[in-house]
């Protein structure tokens, strides 16, 4: 079947989605509360133990730090969800709530919301590909670039740039600064500065109680390990084969939220931490549904997950791989698939 037809049946058998997803929308105070305990107060736990930690085992602070890092992931998501006011009934307390956690996660808790919100209404548009996803070049994007311009983007496009050296650029550079441009930018400017300063005076009594280098070496470790986790799910949430990468008048959001976002299939405790975001299909049919209620409406609504990409962690890792989408192909290749590409049209 070619993909015209297949997108056609997605979007035929998906027609009444909205009336399908309705009732999972709905907030609970109960589990919101419950979510924030078991998310915080196991944080500060191990927080406090990494710290006595690094007077005798600088590897028993680094283990403690991935543990937290996970927890740390937990509270990202309700931030996240508090970023799409799907969390918590009482909108004030969603952003007191959101603002808390930024405070934890070092991501401006505004700012990123609203340009996540914008990553929703735009997944898969080949126009705005860079907010929200890895910036992926086009097979005729790299053909047209210079040796320097490849070079830059393999380097880019490595493992240990992509997982390693972004996220810490990410969280100390990209999102201290409005480097988008949306459409009333003094105001994003204005919102920016206000949510990294809810961010850094925390951080200034807790070094100054704590002890700068103590507090700031224990908060590094742990940020160091939640940017690579979270690089990683973002990674794959939309960087999978067959994807959806159009341009925005071919663009259709039924069919960005179904082929261009993963249902990635995690064991109990790991879909705990990350708050079930690896049903990402049916979190981009819509935003509003709450985390505590993507696996319910995952396991009542068996329609909504029969066209998505399915992925275990080992497909996750292969994904690595992936470096540019190939428009003829409607798929993500490998350069060494570029390459070959290249032989043959040279060669005919």
């Known amino acids: 079947m070619s993909n015209q037809n297949i997108d056609k049946e997605i979007v035929d058998s998906l027609k009444n989605w909205k009336s399908i997803i309705a009732k999972y929308k709905k907030k609970n105070t109960k589990k919101a509360i419950g979510q924030m305990a078991s998310s915080f107060l196991p944080f ?10 690094l007077d005798f085992s600088l590897i028993l602070t680094f283990l403690l730090g991935i543990v937290n890092a996970f927890f740390l992931v937990r509270i990202f ?8 006011n799907s969390f918590i009934k009482s909108k004030k307390a969603s952003d007191i709530i959101g603002y808390a956690c930024s405070v934890f996660s070092f991501l401006p808790f505004k700012y990123w919301a609203e340009t996540h919100t914008f ?10 590909r ?6 992926t070049l086009t097979v005729e994007e790299f053909r047209a670039k ?35 441009k949306f459409n009333n930018w003094k105001k994003t400017t204005y919102t920016l500065l206000k949510d990294n300063i809810v961010i850094i005076i925390p951080y200034l009594a807790l070094g100054y109680l ?39 008048k071919d663009w259709n959001f039924v069919l960005s939220a179904i082929k261009g976002s993963t249902y990635l299939k995690l064991p109990r405790v790991m879909e705990w931490f990350t708050g079930h975001i690896g049903i990402h299909h049916i979190h981009h049919l819509n935003s509003r549904i709450p985390n505590y209620n993507l696996k319910k409406c995952f396991t009542e609504n068996k329609i909504l997950s029969k066209y998505v990409t399915t992925l275990s962690f080992k497909d996750g890792v292969k994904m690595m791989f992936h470096k540019l989408w190939d428009e003829e192909q409607q798929r993500m290749i490998t350069f060494r698939e570029y390459y070959k590409l290249e032989k043959m049209r040279f060669s005919n």
């Open 44 to 53: 500060i736990a191990v927080w406090v133990l990494m710290y006595f930690a």
């Open 77 to 84: 998501i309700i931030q996240h969800d508090c970023g799409h």
């Open 119 to 128: 990553h929703h209404g735009h997944n898969g548009q080949l126009e705005t």
């Open 130 to 135: 860079q907010i929200g996803d890895m910036p």
């Open 146 to 180: 210079n040796w320097w311009g490849r070079f830059k983007y393999k380097v880019f496009r490595s493992p240990i740039v992509i997982f390693v050296i972004a996220p810490v650029y990410y969280l100390i550079i990209t999102t201290k600064y409005p480097f988008l």
């Open 210 to 248: 704590t002890g700068w280098g103590r507090f700031f070496a224990v908060q590094f470790i742990i940020l160091f390990f939640f940017g690579i986790i979270a690089f990683w799910f973002f990674y794959i949430q939309h960087q999978h084969e067959f994807s959806y990468k159009k341009w925005k």
